[in-house]
């Protein structure tokens, strides 16, 4: 049901704004001369009287639609021309708008003309002269003749047409409209009347109220979430101070299973222990005395009726008083905190562990019963098995019914038309019921899903978009633009309906942005946007909530799935004013897809895909001088070098997205788009500069220039006021042009600036105010690495960085490449308190660090390449601070190369209390001293610190850590019991590694999960107290000191050892039970493996390379459970027979290169002493010097096979292969290689997907 026209009320709104606004009636004042005639100017005046009329009847229209499920013909019809006028109406009034907006600019650009004529001795700028006086005729035109200003109107929208003849005709259209109200019976009703409430209430409850009686049989996918609930019904769970009882929401868009949910915990058994249980429907009509009674008459099982609600709340006191209840209130819409604070009063009689269950579409309104954080539930979709159970269960009864072959095959178009709700779900399944041929099912598959059960899924949807606010029900229309599955940010939203026109101009301190924002999370927790799984940045549209946009939208937004296809469906009508494609290719004639003489009235225009035909774009710049009302367009990955000028004619644009094109130049044209907003050219790597005249953008307000090749920023764009994204400001060699950032006082987001190499004077930095600008979150402050600024000394350097000091409300700061030798004084302040992160990298001239631990909110700090800095000291945690970096959770030192020494002060046992990472890489000259006492460290990481000799402080929370080429580490211990990843690699003098002295009389689990210890060639003892053993003579690494209870080591899951000449063989009694993951590799003195290695009862995955004296695996075997097995470069003098390989029944890849005897004395494999598991997916062979043929026809399930350095090869037994391999190498196998030449192969290998001989 189509009921696009059902948000007329926002529209109109907009117009009343519009007609009421300074441009458009600066432009009245302009063309009073005679441009108008005088009863034209009543006409205009009149507009919003007959508008205001119309708006009294249009409650009463809006609500005919939907009591007659748009089957009122006459109202539609009536409304779809209001529709269509008040667009036509719009377009004229912002082009009065604009032509205001161009005068008052022409006249600035002849103040600054004179200004600068005034100043100028010469004629160098005598072609700009030459513009400005045609810009000053225009000004003289419009100011001295109105009739010239029509003129000019008409010849803007290129239409031919005398102005006023237009004026008039929407006027007569405007008559007719009102003229024809009382015809259709359209009465005046309360003005911005809701469409659903209470004289619809019968109509939506008759087929919505629900029980507490589960319908179910079984409910599938929401596990989890009942024992969440029932959990949180059950423990004593605090309540609210004055409160007896608790709100569990239940929340998740309409057709997801919270009434479901509900009932299944509503009937659980285990809340029998409540003394008294209420189910209630709610409603969107919210009637506390009607809600109140309800809950009274479900514990009472009595009918009662009150006069008033004063006597039923005082009832139902009495009834819930010192008692344990359980309420369930289904299909919570109220908004309002007061109808819930009137209907909770009595509740508060109710004993303690009292419980109320609340499901709601709406996150404010769970917000509004329990506002504490993490108290809703929040359901997710149902996954694809538990889908297909639930259509099953409602096609046949049965949820695991067997079908034919045929019919599964189906299975999975049938999940994925229902997109994880279970509505559909349902929904589909009924319709199966009764279709008995596959052909019927097939016919299902291409049937449209919400067609399916009109009266339940689609109703189920509309239900939640006509309780939306009118300007929301716009918003989300408009959303019809974009693609199936399309991930958007909220930004990219908000800057398409702000061109549209959809949200209001700026309200008190509000900017039109944060309404958007407003209005775009007032979707969010009405489910109608869900986060996508790419970030939390990121949303998308549920498949059916795109539905809903398309049905609501009409036929004035139009999605072109595919333009290569011609068909009705793909044609747009004759009202459209939005146009998107999802995919743009050659087509030989637009007439097929538009209606070409409407295409001047479209307002939207976005490509959505980044491919495109190389000779579609040529089609579409075609189409742009013809979009005379275009607000959006958007050609993003068009591959287009350079746009039309026709680009400048479009004077509604204010949205123009030309990312990721290969344009080197911008059309200057462009500058005469006064209405501009939006301007994005990310990605646009040739683009080397931007528009001379951007001056002239006075409402630009958003600005990409992300990954172009922009050198500078044009002069005069300071211009831009309202300007609030600009992440690039580049300064050239016009250094005062930093001055120009003044005036954007609106900024906010992330700036970069970069270029400051060429500030030479530190009043033009003083002049950019960064300190007043307290929208920006991040700053970052770049000068070119490697510059030298001659002639520049080192006080104006310093000067030139103090006089950035940013706003004190800045959370994210970086400095980069800084030339001076020291940091200004802000840089540590205390009064910057939003400050949460802060990068300094390149500064290589300071010598000193900022004091930085004065900064109450600091979170995370890098400091990178600052080459002059030898010592961080007590200048660091900044002199005098009691509780240096008290919010500190990750540091991070890189690339410091002159860094000696971290000096302990008194401040260092109380400073970084709430240290969680630190990291240090690539300091070669630190030698000694980390903080003596960091008590919640969780991550260390010290890489490439050749000179650091001195042991690691005391960390009792430490969980991961990794220490790499520190090559005069000698010992690292005191490793706490909290340890779960150690990794320590390339530390050549490292001789101990150990826990902390207790570790072995403690009955403490130690955490361990991940050990990996490579090239270490002096390490003697690891994670072993017994130095003295290790020192008595015996080489022997002791890797797991002796007796060492195995529940200890229970956790370990991952355990690597590489290049340690010291390990010579494993404790007697060692056993790892939880071990997953076991590599030993270039361990040239291992003489055997663990004796209970058998006992390994997780191990999946083992390889073992490079360990020369390995002869024997031990006597119990390998373990049974192996994934993965990998044997390299040893020196088995076991035969393989021996191995029982055929007992690895888990077994899917085995690889086997240079093993020794064992595999030289092999002329067959495997044979018939040697068995293979038919459990084997991949198999390796390499080495076998004596091999003379593969035989692997029982290995039935082999998919992979690879044979290397088998010179005797000659074929494979029977010439033949499994049947289901899909990938074959042969390298350096001379003989069989000559073999697979021959005919009798040929067919096995025609099967063969991956095929690699040489």
């Excluded at 709104?13 to 005088?38: A, Y």
């Excluded at 919570?332 to 007061?338: E, F, H, L, Q, R």
């Excluded at 291409?446 to 509309?462: A, K």
């Excluded at 992160?837 to 890098?862: A, D, Q, T």
Aim: net charge negative; hydrophobic share 35%; charged share 20%.
């Amino acid at each position: 049901m189509a009921i696009g026209e059902t948000f007329l009320s926002a529209f109109l709104q907009v117009l009343f704004e519009k007609l009421m606004s300074p441009g458009v009636n600066m432009f009245m004042k302009l063309v009073n001369r005679g441009g108008i005639k005088q009863e034209q100017q009543q006409t205009l005046k009149q507009w919003e009287k007959q508008l205001r009329m119309i708006e009294a009847v249009l409650s009463d229209a809006e609500l005919k639609q939907v009591e007659s499920n748009n089957n009122n013909n006459g109202v539609k019809s009536w409304m779809m021309d209001l529709q269509d006028l008040a667009y036509d109406l719009e377009d004229v009034l912002d082009a009065f708008a604009t032509q205001a907006q161009f005068y008052e600019l022409m006249i600035k650009q002849d103040n600054h003309a004179r200004v600068s004529n005034s100043n100028s001795n010469s004629n160098s700028n005598s072609n700009s002269n030459s513009a400005r006086l045609t810009n000053n005729n225009m000004v003289q035109s419009i100011v001295v003749g109105g009739a010239k200003a029509v003129e000019h109107l008409s010849l803007m929208f290129n239409t031919g047409q005398d102005f006023s003849a237009r004026i008039e005709e929407i006027d007569q259209q405007l008559k007719e409209i009102l003229s024809q109200t009382e015809g259709l019976g359209l009465s005046v009703h309360l003005m911005h009347q809701q469409v659903t409430p209470q004289r619809t209430e019968r109509q939506w409850k008759s087929w919505r109220e629900s029980t507490s009686l589960l319908c179910e049989p079984f409910v599938y996918g929401r596990e989890g979430d009942r024992i969440e609930i029932t959990h949180r019904l059950l423990n004593d769970e605090n309540s609210s101070p004055g409160n007896n009882y608790v709100v569990i929401p239940i929340v998740g868009k309409g057709g997801i299973g919270k009434t479901t949910l509900a009932q299944l915990v509503y009937n659980d058994e285990q809340v029998d222990v409540f003394a008294l249980k209420a189910w209630v429907y709610v409603s969107q009509v919210f009637d506390a005395k009607r809600i109140t009674t309800s809950i009274l008459n479900s514990i009472t099982g009595e009918t009662n009726t009150f006069c008033d609600l004063n006597q039923a709340q005082v009832r139902l006191k009495q009834v819930l008083t010192n008692k344990r209840f359980l309420i369930v209130l289904d299909d919570m819409w109220t908004g309002k905190y007061s109808d819930w604070n009137d209907l909770r009063t009595p509740l508060r009689a109710g004993a303690k562990g009292s419980r109320v269950v609340a499901t709601t579409r709406s996150q404010k309104v769970a917000r509004i019963m329990n506002p504490h954080p993490n108290s809703m539930i929040s359901l997710e979709y149902l996954s694809d098995d538990d889908c297909w159970h639930l259509i099953m269960q409602h096609a046949f009864d049965d949820a695991n019914i067997a079908l034919s072959p045929n019919f599964s095959s189906m299975r999975d178009g049938m999940i994925k038309k229902c997109k994880g709700i279970p509505m559909v779900a349902k929904a589909l399944g009924g319709h199966l019921r009764t279709k008995v041929e596959e052909s019927e099912w097939q016919e299902t598959l291409d049937y449209d899903t919400l067609s399916m059960d009109e009266n339940r899924v689609l109703q189920v949807l509309e239900l939640s978009f006509h309780d939306l606010p009118s300007h929301l029900k716009r918003c989300f229309a408009y959303c019809s633009i974009f693609p199936y599955d399309h991930i958007f940010t909220e930004k990219d939203v908000i800057l398409l309906w702000m061109a549209e026109g959809l949200l209001p101009g700026n309200v008190g301190n509000k900017q039109m942005e944060d309404i958007g924002h407003e209005y775009f999370h007032d979707l969010v927790s009405t489910s109608f946007f869900d986060r996508s799984l790419k970030g939390s940045e990121y949303f998308k549209m549920h498949s059916l909530q795109s539905d809903l946009s398309r049905q609501v939208a009409g036929d004035i937004c139009f999605a072109i799935k595919d333009i290569s296809v011609s068909n009705d469906s793909q044609k747009a009508s004759c009202r459209a004013r939005h146009i998107s494609f999802s995919k743009l290719d050659e087509h030989e004639d637009y007439k097929d897809l538009f209606p070409l003489k409407k295409v001047s009235h479209f307002r939207t225009f976005a490509h959505f895909n980044k491919h495109i035909h190389p000779g579609s774009s040529i089609q579409v710049l075609d189409l742009v001088r013809k979009f005379e009302c275009m607000r959006v367009l958007q050609l993003p990955h068009m591959d287009v070098k350079n746009f039309p000028d026709a680009i400048g004619d479009l004077k509604l644009l204010r949205y123009l997205n030309l990312s990721y094109n290969s344009i080197e130049e911008l059309p200057d044209s462009i500058s005469n788009l006064v209405n501009l907003q939006t301007l994005l050219l990310k990605g646009c790597s040739k683009l080397q500069k931007l528009l001379t005249n951007m001056r002239c953008l006075t409402n630009l307000r958003h600005v990409d220039i992300d990954g172009t090749s922009v050198q500078e920023m044009p002069s005069g764009i300071g211009n831009l006021a309202n300007l609030q994204t600009l992440q690039n400001f580049i300064i050239g060699t016009n250094a005062p042009i930093i001055r120009e950032l003044k005036n954007m006082r609106y900024l906010r987001g992330k700036l970069t600036i970069t270029g400051l190499e060429n500030v030479v004077n530190s009043n033009d930095a003083e002049e950019a105010r960064l300190h007043e600008k307290s929208g920006l979150d991040e700053l970052e402050m770049v000068w070119e690495w490697g510059s030298f600024t001659n002639g520049v000394d080192d006080n104006t350097k310093i000067d030139v960085l103090h006089q950035l000091e940013p706003h004190k409300s800045t959370k994210v700061l970086t400095i980069r490449n800084y030339k001076g030798v020291t940091f200004p004084s802000w840089l540590g302040d205390p009064c910057f308190i939003n400050m949460v992160i802060i990068n300094l990298v390149g500064c290589e001239r300071c010598e000193f660090l900022p004091p930085l631990g004065k900064l109450p909110s600091l979170k995370e700090l890098m400091i990178q390449e600052m080459r002059g800095l030898k010592t961080v000291g007590c200048d660091f945690q900044g002199v005098g601070c009691s509780d240096p970096f008290p919010a500190l959770r990750t540091l991070r030192f890189k690339s410091m190369n002159s860094w000696e020494s971290w000096l302990q002060t008194s401040a260092d046992n109380r400073g970084f209390s709430c240290l969680e990472e630190l990291s240090i890489k690539d300091c070669p000259s630190l030698q000694q001293y980390l903080p003596s006492c960091l008590p919640l460290l969780q991550t260390l990481e010290i890489q490439h610190c050749k000179q650091l000799y001195a042991s690691l402080p005391s960390l009792p929370r430490l969980q991961k850590l990794i220490i790499d080429d520190c090559s005069s580490l000698v010992m690292v211990d005191q490793l706490p019991f909290t340890l779960r990843q150690l990794v320590i690699s390339s530390c050549q003098k490292l001789q101990f590694v150990e826990f902390g002295e207790s570790y072995s009389s403690s009955g403490e689990k130690i955490s361990l999960e991940v050990v990996e210890v490579v090239n270490c060639q002096s390490l003697s003892t690891l994670l072993c107290k017994d130095r003295l053993q290790a020192h008595s003579g015996n080489i022997e690494l002791l890797l797991f000191e002796q007796g060492l209870c195995p529940s200890k080591l229970s956790l370990l899951t991952t355990l690597t050892i590489s290049e340690c000449p010291y390990l010579i063989s494993f404790p007697e009694d060692l056993v790892l039970s939880g071990l997953r993951n076991l590599l030993i590799s270039v361990c040239r003195n291992l003489e055997s493996l663990p004796n209970q290695m058998h006992n390994f009862t997780s191990l999946q995955d083992l390889i073992l390379t490079n360990c020369p004296k390995i002869h024997y695996f031990p006597k119990g075997g390998l373990p049974m459970n192996l994934i993965s097995l990998y044997l390299d470069g040893l020196s088995m003098e076991q035969p393989m027979q021996e191995w029982e390989l055929q007992n690895l029944n888990s077994l899917e890849k085995l690889s086997i290169s240079d093993v020794g005897w064992s595999s030289n004395s092999i002329h067959t494999f495997p044979n018939q002493d040697i068995d293979l598991p038919s459990s084997l997916l991949g198999l390796a062979i390499s080495g076998f010097p004596n091999l003379k043929s593969v035989s692997c026809l029982r290995i039935l399930n082999l998919s992979s096979l690879y044979i290397r350095r088998c010179k005797e090869l000659e074929n494979f037994v029977d010439n033949s292969l499994p049947r289901g391999l899909k990938e074959l190498w042969v390298v350096q196998c001379p003989l069989l290689r000559d073999q697979m030449e021959r005919d009798p192969l040929r067919h096995t290998l025609s099967c063969i997907t991956h095929l690699r001989v040489y």
